[in-house]
């Protein structure tokens, strides 16, 4: 599983177990917090009719009779009131009355419950106690909906508790408030999940993004592309991307020596072991065409070593640059004629013929680089061309890149070869001289491409020579 993943499914998981236990607590007593919204109402208005009755009882004016016809005229009216999403179209308050012992004398909504005895029930036995009374009752024992919530009030005369006033309230509407509200309070519990998800992806995408951008560097260069280093901000993982590439660069250089060293040994062998065996030979008595044979392989020779070190030591300084030293504006009309004029020579002396067909670019880069690169690529062309052939260079502009294309009519790349050819010191026989050269123009090629922000490829052509392809970026990158 990816550390992104991972750490995604983390600040999930905390996500859910923190939102889960508040919002399983707020469900689970939202009941009880509407209940106590309620009591509190119900307190006051027993407590108001329970002294109105005692004062009435005082003054001897209660009728029992009047309240009757004032609860039937209450319950007969009919009452629209919208209550946030409740439509409210009755009153279904309830209010009895007992005396000092416990016996019903008024009941509201059961008249037929009068001169029964509810001493015992909690609302009644605590206030006639002097304390706090209050009950919860099921009119159906299984149906917690059918619970009607009673608070009690003393009724006294004189200052003596002559009997109690219970105000009851069906809690049916409390249940649909309640049953609303958790509808409201899961959808809000699934949005918040929603948004605890999106940033813990966007937590984990910000954590690992410098580890991903370190893993593409790392995979960047081993497929010897030299990306640039990435950004990686200023944590730990920066510091730990720096150590990285200090010990990756200690290891190329070091690797890079020993890769030249073995190169360079190999490569200059040959014409060495070419100069000793022909300076042995001139210690013998020889004919004078002949010595003089000898002495020109000893130059012709050491001249293929000169060229392979010089080669090298430039490879070798472009292959450090880390980008562009020296910058200007560059016409490719006037770039592309300037190598073509310069290898004018060569290209008669093989009968090659070069057709240009370019647009007037000018893009920003190094003019020596590009030229020596454009050199590389149109010396091979021509030393791959049979006498008479014809090449093309051809040029057009795709978006913020130059594409640059090079065709000869040349017997092509070996199969086996098509892997190797920008390795450097690898090279193939010319068909007409049957020489090799010192395999590190294409690799030089390459270097440039790189630092002016593009590629090359070659590719064979059907059904014969080789197309060249050289993008280049009109803007180089500040570093590649």
Request: proline share 4%; charged share 25%.
């Amino acid at each position: 599983m990816k550390v992104s993943t991972r750490i995604f499914f983390c600040y999930l998981t905390i996500s859910i177990v923190c939102l889960y236990y508040p919002f399983d607590w707020i469900l689970d007593n939202m009941r009880t917090r509407y209940l106590e919204g309620v009591e509190d109402p119900l307190v006051d208005q027993a407590n108001i009719l329970a002294a109105a009755v005692g004062i009435e009882m005082s003054n001897g004016s209660f009728d029992e009779t009047l309240w009757y016809d004032t609860f039937a005229e209450v319950y007969q009216r009919s009452v629209s009131a919208q209550i946030y999403q409740l439509l409210k179209k009755s009153v279904d308050t309830r209010i009895y009355m007992t005396d000092r012992n416990g016996v019903v004398t008024f009941d509201s909504r059961f008249p037929e419950n009068v001169g029964k005895d509810y001493a015992q029930w909690r609302d009644v036995h605590l206030t006639l106690s002097g304390k706090y009374g209050a009950r919860t009752t099921r009119n159906v024992p299984d149906d917690e909906n059918s619970s009607v919530l009673f608070v009690a009030a003393p009724i006294k005369v004189d200052g003596e508790i002559v009997g109690v006033l219970s105000v009851g309230k069906p809690t049916t509407n409390i249940t649909w408030f309640v049953e609303n509200a958790k509808v409201q309070v899961v959808a809000v519990a699934l949005i918040a999940l929603l948004v605890a998800s999106l940033f813990s992806y966007l937590v984990s995408y910000w954590i690992t993004r410098p580890i991903k951008r370190l893993t593409d560097y790392a995979i960047g260069m081993t497929d010897g592309s030299r990306p640039p280093f990435p950004e990686l901000g200023k944590s730990e993982i920066s510091q730990m991307g720096t150590a990285f590439k200090e010990m990756q660069e200690a290891l190329e250089g070091k690797k890079y020596v020993e890769e030249y060293i073995q190169n360079l040994t190999h490569e200059i062998k040959s014409p060495l072991s070419a100069i000793r065996g022909a300076a042995e030979l001139l210690d013998e008595p020889m004919e004078e065409n002949q010595r003089k044979r000898f002495l020109n392989n000893i130059k012709n020779e050491s001249l293929r070593i000169q060229d392979i070190i010089d080669r090298m030591l430039e490879l070798a300084a472009l292959e450090n640059r880390q980008k562009l030293v020296k910058m200007e504006p560059v016409s490719l009309k006037g770039l592309v004629n300037t190598v073509v004029e310069g290898l004018e020579s060569v290209m008669t002396r093989k009968s090659v013929s070069v057709s240009v067909a370019l647009e007037d670019v000018t893009l920003t880069g190094d003019s020596f680089l590009l030229h020596r690169a454009l050199v590389n690529l149109l010396q091979n062309s021509i030393d791959f061309s049979e006498e008479g052939g014809a090449i093309s260079i051809q040029c057009r502009q795709e978006g913020s890149h130059l594409m640059i294309e090079i065709v000869d009519q040349g017997v092509g790349i070996e199969p086996y070869a098509t892997q190797r050819i920008f390795e450097k010191f690898f090279s193939l026989q010319r068909p007409d001289s049957g020489k090799k050269s010192t395999g590190l123009g294409l690799n030089f090629v390459r270097e440039v491409a790189h630092l002016h922000g593009g590629t090359i490829t070659l590719q064979n052509r059907t059904p014969r020579g080789v197309r060249a392809l050289l993008i280049l970026a009109l803007e180089p990158p500040l570093s590649p």
